[in-house]
């Protein structure tokens, strides 16, 4: 594809959407050079923005590192911790063992905030952030992100907040259950998370 021309490209990225100069508590990097065993062992988290004729709307991933699975999602006219949670509330709904699960995102104002920490505490999960602005720290949130805007249609301007709501959820459902991974032996992430099909020869981080 790449001989031929027929990749897509990276949009620049035009809205800010990690605050991380303030002064709530971050923590350390759990992840790095973490083997990947099974499903529910480590969420990756990431914030992207979407921009509809009336006004920028944030989407908030919550994606299991082992299936590739999106465990929970949100759309919302803003940043604040309470809109972003609605995520992680999703994915604790679906969350399907007792595993010891990490939340890995970046050191944003969101997932520092008593709000969110508390959601994920509360529920046993281990907070786990990125140590600098290396977008590798947590580059599976990363590419999850730009595979619905591309793939998905979520990159485009549409009409309202309603919409991205409606396709982020058809999305998500045909991410998860009708779209094969190279990376997963061609099997869904839907597969994946339920058979535990070890994704990526185990090989440590996203791949």
Not at 156 to 180: C, F, G, I, M, W
Request: charged share 25%; proline share 5%; hydrophobic share 35%.
């Amino acid at each position: 594809m790449r001989e031929f021309d027929l990749l897509i490209g990276p949009k620049r990225r035009y809205v800010q959407t990690t605050m991380s100069r303030h002064h709530l508590r971050k923590y350390p990097n759990l992840v790095k050079g973490l083997p990947l065993t099974a499903p529910e062992q480590v969420w990756a988290s990431d914030i992207t923005y979407v921009r509809t004729r009336q006004g920028t709307c944030y989407v908030n991933l919550v994606t299991d590192a082992f299936s590739r699975r999106i465990m929970g999602y949100t759309a919302a006219a803003d940043m604040e911790a309470v809109s972003m949670g609605r995520a992680l509330v999703m994915a604790l709904s679906a969350k399907q063992t007792t595993a010891d699960t990490i939340h890995h995102s970046d050191r944003g104002l969101q997932y520092c905030s008593r709000h969110y920490v508390g959601l994920a505490t509360e529920r046993g999960l281990r907070m786990s952030m990125t140590q600098d602005s290396d977008p590798y720290e947590n580059a599976l949130a990363e590419r999850m992100n730009r595979t619905l805007k591309e793939e998905f249609g979520l990159g485009n301007t549409l009409d309202s907040l309603k919409q991205v709501e409606l396709l982020l959820k058809q999305a998500v459902e045909l991410y998860n259950a009708h779209r094969p991974h190279l990376a997963l032996k061609m099997k869904t992430p839907q597969q994946v998370h339920q058979e535990k099909i070890p994704a990526c020869l185990n090989k440590p981080g996203p791949c």
